[in-house]
Structure formats: structure tokens, C-alpha cells
């Protein structure tokens, strides 16, 4: 599965600030099974540890107003391993959302080809 060539690897995102952004990721949840926003550290290291993966979240910045990727998130080894029970057929995503809310702004979505590129929320 390769990411599109012409994906986006910067997008500006209101409501979104270097200090507070958060993220959710499938399985990172809390005792009532509602996913939790979590810094990217969070989500590095629940992907790390449930996966036993390499999660490089050096290669996502968000900066006020604006996410962006360089370089690759996952190999295409760990790619196999995350989704080794998961739907093959479409990237492994997680989600930025607006600071202390629940409001998607953006996706982070990562291909087996090691790959990743950002999906908006916005109409374009």
C-alpha cells in the first residue's frame, strides 16, 4: 500500500498550537473505552510499546497553526506489524485535534511503503 504521491506534508490547522496539540490513536482509551487525546509522546509511546514498534515522532512537527511531516513514521516493517491484525487495504492513521477538544483537525496517515502523509478535516 503506497501513499499518494501528491499527499500533503504540510497543513494549516486553526485552533491548533505547538504547546497544546493532542492526538488520538485507535486503542488509547480510557476505562470507559472513550480514545483519549494524547501528546505525540503519548501516542509514540502506547504505538511502541503495544506494537513493538519503531514510532518516529521526530517526524511530525506541529507549530501554531500548522502540522507537518518529514521523513518517515514508520518502516515498512513496523507498517506489517502494526497492521498485522488490522485492514491492510488502508494506511495506519492517527488524529490531531484542536487544543482541548475532541475537534478533529487533521489525520496522520502512514503507508506500508514507510510513507505518511496528512489528511484534512477541512472542505477543501
Not at 34 to 40: G, Q, R
Not at 109 to 112: N, P, S
Given at each position: 500500500l503506497a501513499a499518494p504521491a501528491n499527499g500533503l506534508k504540510t497543513l494549516n490547522v486553526a485552533r491548533v498550537t505547538a504547546t497544546g496539540?493532542?492526538?488520538l490513536a485507535a486503542g488509547l482509551v480510557n476505562e470507559s473505552g472513550?480514545?483519549?487525546?494524547?501528546?505525540?509522546g503519548e501516542i509514540k509511546e502506547y504505538i511502541k510499546n503495544k506494537y513493538e514498534v519503531s514510532f518516529n515522532?521526530?517526524?511530525i512537527s506541529v507549530v501554531d497553526g500548522q502540522i507537518s511531516i518529514t521523513g518517515s513514521v514508520l518502516?515498512?516493517?513496523d507498517w506489517a506489524k502494526v497492521k498485522a491484525n488490522g485492514n491492510k487495504t488502508i494506511p495506519y492513521r492517527i488524529t490531531l485535534v484542536e487544543d482541548g477538544t475532541k475537534v478533529k483537525a487533521a489525520k496522520i496517515?502512514?503507508?506500508?511503503d514507510g510513507n505518511a502523509v496528512i489528511e484534512s478535516f477541512q472542505s477543501e
Open positions: 496539540a493532542k492526538f472513550a480514545e483519549v487525546p494524547s501528546t505525540l515522532a521526530e517526524a518502516s515498512p516493517a496517515a502512514m503507508y506500508q
